[in-house]
Nanobody
Framework: QVQLVESEGGSVQPGGSLRLSCKAS????????IGWFRQTPGKEREGVSL????????YYADSVVGRFFISRDNAKNTVYLQMNSLKPEDTSVYYC???????????????????WGRGTQVTVSS
């Protein structure tokens, strides 16, 4: 059974850090890209970052460049999202998702992903 499981999120103060993980089971990620998306009530889900499991190439949304860092551990079938300098506007439910990816243009759109985790809440508040 294909499954993606995000680690527990949490609550931090502005300027703080959190690391999320996304572990895949039921399939190997070698020819996939793993994306992190987030959704706040009343807003559309937005892409945050993605990584190619094959070559490690990455993409970041403008809103998180220089603050968020995505990495992978192929041996553990796990992707990490290190979130630094968190802002209140980063408060959201974060989802990881997997898209088949063999190279070329990275899958930046939600519809390109067909396996999703259940999401984890991240709250940034003083």
């Amino acid at each position: 059974q294909v499954q993606l499981v995000e680690s527990e999120g949490g609550s931090v103060q502005p300027g703080g850090s959190l690391r999320l993980s996304c572990k895949a089971s039921g399939f190997t990620l070698d020819y996939y890209a793993i994306g992190w998306f987030r959704q706040t009530p009343g807003k559309e889900r937005e892409g945050v970052s993605l990584i190619s499991m094959k070559d490690g190439s990455t993409y970041y949304a403008d809103s998180v460049v220089g603050r968020f860092f995505i990495s992978r551990d192929n041996a553990k079938n796990t992707v990490y999202l290190q979130m630094n300098s968190l802002k209140p506007e980063d408060t959201s439910v974060y989802y990881c998702a997997a898209a088949t990816y063999y190279g070329g243009s990275p899958p930046e759109r939600e519809y390109e992903y067909d396996n999703w985790g259940r999401g984890t809440q991240v709250t940034v508040s003083s």
